[in-house]
Structure formats: structure tokens, C-alpha cells
């Protein structure tokens, strides 16, 4: 029975999430499978992977084959440098001592790089943020200033408006207080002329 290492689809749709898992090659690709032996989740940066290496070390040493995508995450765990060191164990060239230090060395160079990855992502994340947030604060500023504008020219026209309006009231104030001070002017005026007579 020919065994395969290789990705088992789950999760939504446009959100996929993988397991890994060892599984005969005629079977489906989501059908049954031998063993389960991790995850993978690549809607996350960076993508996030959890593996069992004795595991799939051991099925690697039974003769599975994993496909492309399972052998470069094989890869990127170390799965397949842990085979070639235990082989090199197997065949005398070290001991096991040795193969696990150059298997520890490795795996902290791994640990570093990643976490510089993921520095410079959060670092790239936080100073769009920044940028965006800049931006809106600018939009909103224009957005206030241009609100202030139209509401100052909407008090304008209002007062406009109201001067309009009262236009006639004010000039027929203006027309009987004029009536009343020649109507005034001619009663004082009046009185006087007949004083005079």
C-alpha cells in the first residue's frame, strides 16, 4: 500500500485550513487517512504550521512520500533535515548526540528568522496603521472645515434672509415714523401760525 504525506482540505470557503496527514494514496483527498500528524492554516502571516516531527519522521523512515506542498512544509519544520541527520546516525557518520545538536542549532537559526519575519510584519502592520489613521484624521479635519464653511454661509443666507424680510416691515416703520414727525412738524408748526394771526 502506497503511502502519501499530504495536505487534507477543511475550513470555509475562501478560508482554507489544512491538516496534514498520512494517508494511502488512493484514497480521496479528503477521505480517510492512516494518521493525523498536523495542521496548517496559510490565511495567517506568517502562515502558521503545527506538526508532530517524530511522527512524521517516522513515516518518512516507513517509505511515505509526501507531495510538494507537504514535503516543503516537511522542509520548513525540519522533518526532512531530522531523516537526513538520523540516517546519518544509522549509517555511522556521527552520533546521535551530534545530529541532535546540529538539529537544535538549526532549529534556533529557524526560530530567529521567523521571528524576524514576524517583526517586520508587525512593524509593516503597525505603520500602516499609523498612516491610515493619518490620513482619516486629515479627512476629517477637511470634512469639519468644510462643514464649518457651509454652516457660516447657511447663517449668512439666513441673515440675509431676515434683513429681506423685515425690508418692507423696516421701511413702513421708517415711512409712519416720517408721517408722524411731518404730522408732529405740522401741529407744532400749526400752532404756531395761529399764535401769529
Known sequence: MPVKIRLQRHGKKGKPFYWIVAADSRAKRDGKFLEKLGTYNPTKVPAEIILDLDKSVQ????GAQPTNTARAILKYKGAMLKKHLLVGVEK??????EAEKKFQAWLEEKEAKIKAHQD???AAR???KAERLEKEKAVNQARAAAQKAANAEIIAEAEK???AANAPVDAVEEALQSEQTIEEAAGTAAPEEKTEE
Open 120 to 122: 517586520e510584519v508587525d
Open 126 to 128: 503597525a505603520k500602516d
Open 59 to 62: 513515516w518518512l523512515f516507513k
Open 92 to 97: 555511522g557518520a556521527f552520533s546521535a548526540e
Open 161 to 163: 434672509a431676515e434683513k
